[in-house]
């Protein structure tokens, strides 16, 4: 079974600063997608970032980007010039490719507090 | 553009009671996912259901049912609610195997 591991339960970083929000996972499958979900207070799930694992690239969304490395099976978050409203629970989260089984896995969270 | 919308929004419901939470996929989505959310945790997926039928199956309790009706809108029935059934239920939608779409969730609580 997939399994996916935030090991940073609270982070804080000065506003427009910097943060970069580990994640590990584990699956024995070569093709998956790879998320990151922030939930502000409102609790919505909103997606921030995907990512294909065939694809070598790091995707980036404006300040968001990741650092996904597929052998080291890590995927973290990088947010870049932070601001306040980017204070929220993030959720790192895995899916599989195949047809039989696309559930969302979800991390236990980190959650980011920024400091004005 | 049209989101998931799900009603109600908030429930409050006394334990041994039952509660039908609804979820109206975006239009043209033929996938519909249930996911709990307990306090202080993260989502645990549910049942999803493909063109009306269950395509697969989480840690859903046995008091809880769930089916995806012909305009493809999703209803989840939870029968002898308990205490530890309060959770932030969400569904989220997609065409088969694209990109899931949250909804904002129906906040559940059982007194």
């Known amino acids: 079974a997939q399994t996916v591991t935030q090991s940073q339960p609270e982070m804080s970083v000065q506003e427009a600063e910097t943060v970069t929000l580990s994640c590990t996972y584990d699956?024995?499958?070569?093709?998956?997608?790879l998320f990151w979900y922030k939930q502000p207070p409102s609790r919505q799930m909103i997606l921030v970032i995907r990512?294909?694992?065939?694809?070598?690239q790091n995707a980036t969304e404006n300040r968001f980007s990741v650092n996904f490395q597929k052998a080291a099976k890590s995927f973290s978050l990088k947010i870049s010039d932070s601001q306040l409203g980017d204070a929220a629970m993030y959720f790192c989260a895995y899916r599989s490719e195949g047809d039989r089984d696309d559930k969302i896995i979800f991390g236990k969270g980190t959650r980011l507090h920024i400091l004005p | 553009a049209a989101g998931v919308i799900q009603s109600p929004r908030h429930l409050i419901k006394e334990k041994r009671e039952t509660a039908t939470l609804k979820c109206y996929p975006i239009p043209r989505h033929d996938t519909v996912y249930w996911y709990q959310q307990g306090p202080g945790q993260d989502p645990q997926f549910l049942i999803s259901f493909y063109e009306k039928m269950q395509s697969d199956k989480g840690s859903i309790p046995d008091r809880f049912s769930a089916q995806q009706f012909s305009d493809y809108h999703s209803e989840l029935n939870m029968s002898s609610l308990e205490l530890g059934d309060s959770a932030l239920y969400f569904c989220a939608s997609s065409l088969r195997l694209y990109e899931q779409y949250f909804g904002p969730g129906t906040r559940l609580t059982v007194t």
């Open positions: 990512q294909e694992a065939y694809k070598q």
């Open positions: 699956t024995s499958e070569s093709d998956y997608y």
